[in-house]
């Protein structure tokens, strides 16, 4: 697409990932911790504390991750899942070359990281999450 700038130029109009993957349009704090890879402050959001049926789902894309029945506390301010969806989170090593990142399968959205070995569930896994990067679906 094409649109003559007020100089009277002819410029390109580029489309942002969101508008032409038909993925959810990001506010700026959403952006700086899926896009950019920032971490929300502990205990500061939407999904730390919270518990109901339903699946937590992708932010930027609606791909279902985590399961309720997955989640579990943790104490360490961020939501906390010891098992995911199949196939819907894929794991990278963090750039700080000690963690492990998890991001969203689908489109790639950092979600967190994920640890092993700490005992707090039967599973050995925890999925520590920023609530910015999900949604939740309640179960009807």
């Known amino acids: ?27 700026r704090e959403e952006e700086r911790v899926i896009v950019r890879k920032g971490t929300e402050p502990p205990f500061s959001g939407e999904y730390e504390a919270h518990v109901a049926p339903g699946v937590y789902a992708c932010k930027r894309c609606g791909t279902a991750l985590y399961r309720s029945e997955d989640k579990f506390d943790a104490g360490c301010g961020w939501p906390s899942f010891d098992a995911e969806l199949p196939g819907a989170v894929r794991r990278l090593p963090d750039a700080d070359g000690v963690r492990i990142e998890i991001q969203c399968a689908h489109c790639g959205a950092h979600l967190g990281h994920v640890f092993e070995g700490e005992g707090f569930t039967p599973a050995d896994t925890r999925h520590c999450v920023n609530s910015i990067s999900l949604d939740f679906r309640a179960r009807s």
């Open 1 to 27: 697409m094409v649109e003559e700038s007020k100089e009277g130029r002819r410029c390109a109009l580029t489309v942002t990932d969101a508008d032409a993957k038909g993925w959810r349009k990001l506010t």
